[in-house]
């Protein structure tokens, strides 16, 4: 009860900077629409709209990160959360009261950006569905992430961190924009130890309705994202007692 209080206060938060929002979920958008007009303009079926929708959504959520990030290193740079400490609300309650507002934000992105997919000729099936729900769990890296980094960090570099290096991390090591196989070697290899590559591979999966193929990648997903968050948690906790 406490976390979902603290939430509602989050969310206020978010809601006062739509602009945020608005390009947090239209830029996936633009990037699939400038990517179809492409992959009409070229010979080979280089960025096929099945394909390249779960990746993009997943893409998408890196902006959880930025989101999370600012909410929490505002409130650690100001009296707020100094107050907020002497009531009897635990580490747990203020992770999960950043994080709970978010999710609703990272499955509308994914909706916005399946309905767009659909409009360019995506065939709509069940499947589509179970892609959705799959951003959540995937959702829980990102959002932990910016969580962890707003935390430790002061907003400009939490922003930094979350903005520029990870936004291009999750670009170039999830096989969005290419087969990881093609440069192979170390890159493919690192690739597939972080969760990126692992939570687009199980999107398309599931976008296809091959959802055997999720596994084993869901449990990298599920994994990355629980230890993630669990980490935030306690250094949240050690910072409670500073």
Not at 8 to 25: C, H, Q, W, Y
Not at 106 to 119: H, R
Not at 134 to 155: D, H
Request: hydrophobic letters at 60%; aromatic letters at 10%.
């Amino acid at each position: 009860m406490k976390a979902i209080l603290f939430s509602s206060r989050t969310a206020k938060e978010i809601v006062r900077d739509p602009l945020a929002i608005v390009f947090g979920v239209g830029f996936p958008v633009v990037l699939l629409l400038l990517l179809s007009a492409i992959n009409r303009n070229v010979p080979n079926d280089l960025f096929n709209i099945e394909l390249l929708t779960p990746g993009i959504a997943i893409f998408g959520l890196s902006f959880m990160s930025l989101f999370s990030a600012q909410l929490i290193a505002k409130d650690r740079m100001s009296s707020f959360l100094t107050r907020l400490f002497t009531t009897p609300m635990k580490a747990s309650d203020y992770i999960l009261g950043y994080a709970l507002p978010l999710l609703p934000i990272a499955l509308a992105q994914g909706i916005v950006c399946y309905a767009v997919a659909l409009l360019l000729g995506m065939k709509l099936t069940v499947a589509i569905v179970v892609a959705l729900l799959m951003l959540i769990p995937a959702s829980l890296i990102f959002i932990g992430v910016g969580l962890l980094c707003g935390t430790l960090l002061s907003e400009k570099a939490a922003s930094a961190v979350c903005g520029a290096l990870l936004t291009n991390l999750s670009a170039w090591l999830s096989g969005i924009w290419f087969d990881l196989k093609l440069v192979g070697g170390a890159f493919e290899t690192i690739a597939y130890s972080l969760p990126f590559v692992h939570a687009v591979d199980m999107g398309k999966a599931a976008a296809a309705g091959e959802y055997s193929e999720m596994f084993p990648h869901i449990w990298w997903v599920l994994g990355y994202g629980v230890v993630i968050v669990i980490i935030a948690v306690s250094l949240f906790r050690k910072k409670m007692k500073v």
